[in-house]
């Protein structure tokens, strides 16, 4: 059984910053890739950022530097540090894990509230 738990969403106001963190607990085995999704109201969800297990990045061009996402492998985490934030980077951001030894799994968070007023 395998847990994604996020955590740090709130609200915050333009131009500020917010760090988003996400946990993997249980028999996840091998963790291949850590990202990050985003549903604005109303829209699609929506991909953010990857991490993947030796340290490559890529963000979406909405993003890019501005975020950025990293992880502790040794804790099975992945953070997303989110700075000069705009109001259309609100919405509910995901975790997405994808893992396993012999085959892969994909694993979701419940999903945080990030608000960012104007």
């Known amino acids: 059984q395998v847990q994604v738990v996020e955590s740090g969403g709130g609200l915050v106001q333009t131009g500020g910053s917010l760090r988003l963190s996400c946990a993997a607990n249980?028999?996840?085995?091998?963790?291949?890739?850590m990202g990050w999704y985003r549903q604005p109201p109303g829209e699609q969800r929506a991909w953010v950022a990857t991490?993947?297990?030796?340290?490559?990045?890529n963000y979406a061009d909405s993003v890019k530097g501005r975020f950025t996402i990293s992880r502790d492998n040794a804790k099975n985490t992945v953070y997303l540090q989110m700075n000069s934030v705009k109001p259309e980077d609100t919405g509910v951001y995901y975790c997405?894990?994808?893992?396993?030894?012999?085959?892969?799994?994909?694993?979701w968070g419940q999903g945080t509230q990030v608000t960012v007023s104007s």
């Open positions: 997405k894990v994808v893992a396993g030894t012999a085959y892969t799994y994909t694993y």
């Open positions: 249980g028999s996840t085995g091998k963790i291949w890739t």
């Open positions: 991490v993947t297990g030796g340290g490559s990045t």
